[in-house]
């Protein structure tokens, strides 16, 4: 690891900062916006985070990596980046976007798709085969039969396109969810709601599937990836790893990373796996499985030993994070907590404080976007702290 600067530089370096990012979110025109994924914390965080306490050919870890913001930011600044989640579509995502950053030729495969697609004039329609992707029954109760032809016309496509094959998974996977939306709700502010991850989580169905023009939603996504990928630096594929992981297990040697950051759960806000459902039926992977795996999921928030469980596996977690860093290695937590559960991000950072040294923090900070839903949610307050190995 090579010499970050002096502590108390960075505590004030970290002081001079507006953690808030007024009128910051995920720009529109970057990596970070080839997919929505519930939960996720603006770029701002992890870059600033990753200059301040870290040195360029470093190694940063984050074990809870969401859609892989933290990497993309890393492979941006100079850093090799390693990231797990135990969500498959979270992994997904997270490496279809390590793929459009760390391919050369990304932009003209894509446009290579673009012309088949545009010479495609009739979709025939599909023979449903029970033992690939997009055969699950459950499927037609959230998308029109004509969509669904659509889709697996697409699929298709996907999966011979071997070149960019992560890239446009990830590109399918945001436009399946577009897919299921139900057509002219409203937010609370009067606006069109394309769709919104809690009602996908709570399985609430569209009382009648809409059809929506699938290829058209799916050739301007990959127009849009044209666009944003023709303009991005291209990094190694050297640099960058994603695999598929439960926190409370890593396979990482220990004393192996220089920095980690990362936002672990929130208690009792967000069900990861269920918000994903789309994929998981189109993929036929177990939700029940990867549900099971989950830690502070929103389902449980009213169980009476809610707590007890999410600090239990927390605890666990921080120990293992621990392990994986290296002596005088810094670690960045952005964790949160409901009015339910107030006092939880305060647990762990106690947990925390007590393996690691507590040299920043913690910090409030409010919540870039809403994490919960917008019907009967709970604003989150959020906390960003600093420790070191």
């Known amino acids: 690891m090579k010499p970050v600067a002096h502590k108390e530089l960075i505590v004030d370096s970290l002081n001079r900062v507006d953690w ?17 994924f519930p939960g996720n914390f603006i770029p701002q965080i992890p870059a ?49 976007k390590m793929a459009a950053f760390t391919s050369a030729n990304v ?10 697609l545009l010479l495609e ?13 997009g055969s699950d029954p459950e499927l037609k109760r959230w998308l029109h039969t004509e969509t669904l032809d659509q889709l697996r016309f697409l699929w298709d496509l996907v999966k011979s396109s071997s070149d960019v094959g992560p890239v446009l998974e990830m590109i399918f996977t945001d436009t399946l969810f577009a897919c299921a939306s139900v057509g002219g709700a409203q937010t609370d502010g009067g606006k069109v709601r394309r769709h919104h991850w809690g009602w996908v989580a709570d399985n609430v169905t569209p009382t009648k ?11 301007n996504k990959v127009f849009r990836a044209i666009q944003i990928l023709s303009t991005e630096r291209v990094a190694s594929k050297d640099l960058s790893t994603v695999r598929r992981e439960d926190i409370r297990g890593l396979s990482l040697p220990s004393e192996s990373v220089d ?68 002596p005088r290695g810094y670690c960045a937590v952005v964790i949160g907590a409901s009015r339910k559960y107030p006092g939880a991000a305060h647990d762990v950072i106690k947990i925390l404080s007590k393996i690691l040294e507590l040299v920043w923090g913690p910090i409030p900070r409010m919540p870039s976007r809403r994490r ?5 949610a709970a604003e989150a307050s959020e906390f960003i702290c600093i420790f070191k190995k």
Not at 57 to 75: K, R, W, Y
Not at 121 to 133: C, V, Y
Not at 261 to 267: E, I
């Open 209 to 219: 599937p809409i059809p929506h023009d699938a290829l058209h939603l799916f050739r």
């Open 372 to 376: 919960v839903s917008v019907k009967g």
């Open 259 to 326: 920095l980690i950051v990362t936002s672990p759960p929130y208690l009792g806000m967000i069900d990861y796996t269920a918000a994903n459902r789309l994929t998981y039926l189109w993929m036929g992977w177990s939700l029940r499985d990867d549900m099971k795996s989950e830690i502070g999921a929103r389902r449980y928030r009213n169980r009476p030993t809610a707590t007890q469980d999410y600090l239990a596996s927390m605890e666990v977690a921080c120990n293992q994070m621990a392990r994986i860093l290296k």
């Open 121 to 133: 004039l009739k979709i025939p329609r599909s023979q449903e085969n029970g033992d690939q992707e």
């Open 20 to 36: 808030d990012f007024p009128r910051s979110a995920t720009p529109a025109e970057t990596i970070h916006a080839l997919h929505w």
């Open 48 to 96: 600033f985070l990753i200059q301040a306490l870290s040195s360029s050919g470093d190694v940063v870890c984050d074990p809870f990596c969401g859609s892989g913001t933290t990497g993309i930011e890393a492979l941006r600044l100079g850093r090799r980046c390693l990231q797990s989640d135990i969500n498959r579509a979270s992994v997904q995502v997270s490496a279809g």
């Open 107 to 116: 932009a003209k495969c894509l446009g290579a798709v673009m012309d088949t």
